[in-house]
C-alpha cells in the first residue's frame, strides 16, 4: 500500500473543541481566550483608550489564550515541581520530541463510567478496563497513543451554546459528579505497556475531588496528556492515526492543540487494514534462515510481535537487526533440544509481549542415513530436533496460549513423511513422526481452543537445500531443473510460498481447521 492510496482512504476527524471569547476555560478564575482582530481600515480600542492598528495592509489577530481554554496537552512542568523534573528533558513542551503526539490511535471506550460518581467525585476507570480493551484489541505498544473516550466533552462541553455542563458548574454547585479520569492502576498498566501519550475526552485528567493525583501519577511515568478532546466516539478501537501537536514555545508547560485523526472511510478498508496477526505473540524455531525466517517476516508484516530461535547465532543476529527497528522481534540463541531454552523463549514471548497466540515448530537437523549407516547418536540428534524439540517447545507454549484463551500451532513436515526416499530414512521417519504428532496434539488440545495442523513442503529453495547440493557435488542448476520437472508447475517452491501457507493455517482463515496437514509441493505427491 503506498502513502496515497492510504491517503485517498482516510477520512480526517476533528477532535478538538472551537475555542470562542464566550466559552469558559476549563478551570474557573483562569482567563477566558481573547482575541482582537486588526486590518488596515479599522482599528481596535483597548479598554484604556489606547488605540491600535494593523502594522500592514492586512488581517491580524491578536489571541491571548490560557492553556484550558479549550483541547489542549499538559507538560510535566504543568504540575510537577522543579525539583521532581530536574533530570527530565521532557519537563518543557520544548522537550518532548514531536513524534510523542502522532502515532497509531488505541481508542478505549469508557462512557459507561460517565456520571457515575457521586456529587463532587469524579467516576475512576481503572486498569481492568484496559486490560479487558487489550483482550479485545490486542496489547498496546510502544508508540500507541492511548485515547480514553469518556463521552464528557462531546455530551457537556460540545454542544455550544445550549446544555453546557462547564467545570466552573461542577465545582460550584457541589452536587454534580464529575467527569470520568483514569485511576492509579491505569497508568501503572499504561506505563508497563510503554505508552507515553494519553489523549481524554474529559475536560482535565485531573478529579473533581483530586486534581493533582491523577496528573501526578501520569507525570511521574513519563506520560503526558491531550485533555477536553471530542469525538472520539466516532474512531475505530483499532486502525486509526492520531496526530495532536502542540505549539511550538520555548520552555511551555502546556499548549492548545489541534488534535485530529485519520480513519479509513469504508468498512471493508478497515478490514483490509486489520492485520492477520495483529499484537498476536508468535514463536518461530529455527527462525534465521530459509523458511523460518520468511515466518519470521511475514508475521511482523502482519502485525504480530514474534520471538524466534535459532543455533545460529550469527544469521539471527542479522534477520533481528532487519527488523528491530519494528519494535516487534525479539531473537533468542539456543536450541529447542534443550528444555530450558523451549521454557526460557515462552518465559521472554510472554515478558515482551504477553501470552502466545502462534507457535510455528519450524526448527530441523538434516540427517540423511539408511538402515545400515545410521548410528544411535545419529538417531538421538535427529530426534532431539525434529520430533522430541517440538513437543518440548509445544508443551511450553501451551500453558502460555491457555491465558490467551487458545492458540494456534503449524509444524513444519515435510512431503518426506508421506514419501520413501532413497538414503533418507533417518530424516523422513522424524518427519512422518511429526505428522502423527499433529493429529494427536489436535485431539488433545482443541478443548483448550488450541489448534494444531502442520505443513509439508516440498523442495524449496533455501540455503539447507543448496548447502546439500553442493555437498553432493553436483551443479545447483542441474538439481534446480532435475526437480522442477517433478512438478506440475515446472518451478521449486520460495520460502515464502511455504510461509503463506504457515499463515494460512495459524490465523482466522483457519479458524476451523485443526488436525490438518497442508502440502506445499507444487503438486509431486499427487501423481
Same mark, same amino acid.
Given at each position: 500500500?503506498?502513502?496515497?492510496?492510504?491517503?485517498?482512504?482516510?477520512?480526517?476527524?476533528?477532535?478538538?473543541?472551537?475555542?470562542?471569547?464566550?466559552?469558559?476555560?476549563?478551570?474557573?478564575?483562569?482567563?477566558?481566550?481573547?482575541?482582537?482582530?486588526?486590518?488596515?481600515?479599522?482599528?481596535?480600542?483597548?479598554p484604556n483608550g489606547e488605540v491600535i492598528r494593523s502594522a500592514g495592509c492586512y488581517y491580524d489577530q491578536w489571541l491571548e489564550i490560557d492553556e484550558h481554554c479549550g483541547t489542549h496537552v499538559d507538560f510535566p512542568s504543568h504540575i510537577l515541581p522543579a525539583a521532581e523534573l530536574h533530570d527530565w528533558e521532557g519537563r518543557f513542551g520544548s522537550g518532548v520530541p514531536l513524534t510523542a503526539f502522532a502515532g497509531p490511535a488505541a481508542v478505549v471506550n469508557a462512557t459507561r463510567f460517565l456520571d457515575r460518581a457521586p456529587a463532587g467525585?469524579?467516576?475512576?476507570?481503572?486498569?481492568?478496563?484496559?486490560?479487558?480493551?487489550?483482550?479485545?484489541?490486542?496489547?498496546?505498544?510502544?508508540?500507541?497513543?492511548?485515547?480514553?473516550?469518556?463521552?464528557?466533552?462531546?455530551?457537556?462541553?460540545?454542544?455550544?451554546?445550549?446544555?453546557?455542563?462547564?467545570?466552573?458548574?461542577?465545582? =460550584?454547585?457541589?452536587?454534580?459528579?464529575?467527569?470520568?479520569?483514569?485511576?492509579?492502576?491505569?497508568?501503572?498498566?499504561?506505563?508497563?505497556?510503554?505508552?507515553?501519550?494519553?489523549?481524554?475526552?474529559?475536560?482535565?485528567?485531573?478529579?473533581?475531588?483530586?486534581?493533582?493525583?491523577?496528573?501526578?501519577?501520569?507525570?511521574?511515568?513519563?506520560?503526558?496528556?491531550?485533555?477536553?478532546?471530542?469525538?472520539?466516539?466516532?474512531?475505530?478501537?483499532?486502525?486509526?492515526?492520531?496526530?495532536?501537536?502542540?505549539?511550538?514555545?520555548?520552555?511551555?508547560?502546556?499548549?492548545?492543540?489541534?488534535?485530529?485523526?485519520?480513519?479509513?472511510?469504508?468498512?471493508?478498508?478497515?478490514?483490509?487494514?486489520?492485520?492477520?496477526?495483529?499484537?498476536?505473540?508468535?514463536?518461530?524455531?529455527?527462525?534465521?534462515?530459509?523458511?523460518?525466517?520468511?515466518?519470521?517476516?511475514?508475521?511482523?508484516?502482519?502485525?504480530?510481535?514474534?520471538?524466534?530461535?535459532?543455533?545460529?547465532?550469527?544469521?539471527?543476529?542479522?534477520?533481528?537487526?532487519?527488523?528491530?527497528?519494528?519494535?516487534?522481534?525479539?531473537?533468542?540463541?539456543?536450541?529447542?533440544?534443550?528444555?530450558?531454552?523451549?521454557?526460557?523463549?515462552?518465559?521472554?514471548?510472554?515478558?515482551?509481549?504477553?501470552?502466545?497466540?502462534?507457535?510455528? =515448530?519450524?526448527?530441523?537437523?538434516?540427517?540423511?542415513r539408511t538402515v545400515e549407516e545410521a548410528t544411535a547418536g545419529d538417531w538421538r540428534e535427529i530426534l532431539d530436533i525434529n520430533v522430541i524439540g517440538v513437543s518440548l517447545m509445544t508443551r511450553h507454549a501451551v500453558e502460555s496460549m491457555k491465558k490467551a484463551g487458545g492458540g494456534a500451532i503449524v509444524n513444519v513436515s515435510s512431503i518426506s513423511g508421506h514419501i520413501a526416499q532413497a538414503g533418507t530414512m533417518t530424516y523422513n521417519a522424524t518427519k512422518s513422526a511429526i505428522l502423527g504428532l499433529t493429529r494427536c496434539l489436535a485431539?488433545?488440545?482443541?478443548?483448550?481452543?488450541?489448534?494444531? =495442523?502442520?505443513?509439508?513442503?516440498?523442495?524449496?529453495?533455501?540455503?539447507?537445500?543448496?548447502?546439500?547440493?553442493?555437498?553432493?557435488?553436483?551443479?545447483?542448476?542441474?538439481?534446480?531443473?532435475?526437480?522442477?520437472?517433478?512438478?506440475?508447475?515446472?518451478?521449486?517452491?520460495?520460502?515464502?510460498?511455504?510461509?503463506?501457507?504457515?499463515?494460512?493455517?495459524?490465523?482466522?482463515?483457519?479458524?476451523?481447521?485443526?488436525?490438518?496437514?497442508?502440502?506445499?509441493?507444487?503438486?509431486?505427491?499427487?501423481?
Amino acid at each position: 500500500m503506498n502513502l496515497v492510496e492510504w491517503w485517498r482512504q482516510m477520512e480526517c476527524v476533528d477532535l478538538s473543541v472551537t475555542l470562542s471569547p464566550d466559552l469558559p476555560v476549563t478551570w474557573p478564575g483562569l482567563p477566558h481566550f481573547h482575541k482582537r482582530v486588526l486590518n488596515w481600515f479599522e482599528s481596535w480600542r483597548e479598554p484604556n483608550g489606547e488605540v491600535i492598528r494593523s502594522a500592514g495592509c492586512y488581517y491580524d489577530q491578536w489571541l491571548e489564550i490560557d492553556e484550558h481554554c479549550g483541547t489542549h496537552v499538559d507538560f510535566p512542568s504543568h504540575i510537577l515541581p522543579a525539583a521532581e523534573l530536574h533530570d527530565w528533558e521532557g519537563r518543557f513542551g520544548s522537550g518532548v520530541p514531536l513524534t510523542a503526539f502522532a502515532g497509531p490511535a488505541a481508542v478505549v471506550n469508557a462512557t459507561r463510567f460517565l456520571d457515575r460518581a457521586p456529587a463532587g467525585q469524579s467516576p475512576r476507570v481503572r486498569g481492568e478496563t484496559l486490560e479487558t480493551w487489550e483482550a479485545a484489541n490486542g496489547r498496546l505498544q510502544p508508540g500507541d497513543i492511548l485515547l480514553l473516550d469518556t463521552g464528557y466533552v462531546d455530551r457537556y462541553f460540545a454542544p455550544y451554546p445550549e446544555g453546557n455542563r462547564f467545570v466552573s458548574d461542577v465545582v =460550584n454547585s457541589g452536587a454534580l459528579p464529575g467527569w470520568p479520569v483514569p485511576s492509579d492502576d491505569f497508568f501503572e498498566l499504561a506505563a508497563e505497556r510503554s505508552v507515553r501519550h494519553i489523549g481524554i475526552s474529559s475536560p482535565s485528567i485531573g478529579a473533581l475531588d483530586d486534581a493533582l493525583g491523577p496528573h501526578r501519577a501520569g507525570m511521574l511515568r513519563g506520560i503526558t496528556f491531550a485533555e477536553m478532546l471530542y469525538g472520539l466516539g466516532r474512531l475505530p478501537a483499532r486502525g486509526a492515526l492520531y496526530v495532536g501537536f502542540p505549539l511550538k514555545i520555548a520552555a511551555q508547560s502546556g499548549s492548545p492543540i489541534r488534535a485530529v485523526a485519520f480513519k479509513p472511510k469504508t468498512s471493508a478498508y478497515i478490514r483490509r487494514l486489520a492485520l492477520r496477526f495483529n499484537q498476536k505473540t508468535c514463536i518461530v524455531t529455527g527462525g534465521a534462515s530459509g523458511i523460518g525466517e520468511a515466518v519470521v517476516h511475514a508475521l511482523v508484516r502482519e502485525g504480530g510481535n514474534v520471538v524466534f530461535l535459532d543455533v545460529d547465532e550469527t544469521r539471527g543476529g542479522t534477520v533481528y537487526r532487519s527488523l528491530c527497528d519494528t519494535g516487534r522481534c525479539r531473537f533468542i540463541h539456543g536450541s529447542v533440544g534443550e528444555e530450558a531454552c523451549c521454557a526460557a523463549t515462552v518465559k521472554e514471548a510472554e515478558a515482551a509481549f504477553g501470552p502466545v497466540s502462534v507457535l510455528v =515448530n519450524n526448527a530441523a537437523r538434516f540427517i540423511f542415513r539408511t538402515v545400515e549407516e545410521a548410528t544411535a547418536g545419529d538417531w538421538r540428534e535427529i530426534l532431539d530436533i525434529n520430533v522430541i524439540g517440538v513437543s518440548l517447545m509445544t508443551r511450553h507454549a501451551v500453558e502460555s496460549m491457555k491465558k490467551a484463551g487458545g492458540g494456534a500451532i503449524v509444524n513444519v513436515s515435510s512431503i518426506s513423511g508421506h514419501i520413501a526416499q532413497a538414503g533418507t530414512m533417518t530424516y523422513n521417519a522424524t518427519k512422518s513422526a511429526i505428522l502423527g504428532l499433529t493429529r494427536c496434539l489436535a485431539l488433545d488440545l482443541g478443548k483448550h481452543n488450541i489448534r494444531v =495442523n502442520c505443513v509439508s513442503p516440498g523442495y524449496v529453495k533455501t540455503p539447507a537445500f543448496y548447502y546439500y547440493i553442493d555437498q553432493s557435488g553436483r551443479q545447483r542448476q542441474a538439481v534446480e531443473r532435475e526437480l522442477s520437472a517433478q512438478t506440475m508447475l515446472g518451478r521449486l517452491a520460495t520460502p515464502e510460498d511455504v510461509a503463506s501457507a504457515v499463515l494460512f493455517l495459524a490465523g482466522p482463515e483457519a479458524a476451523y481447521v485443526t488436525g490438518a496437514d497442508l502440502i506445499v509441493d507444487g503438486g509431486v505427491t499427487a501423481v
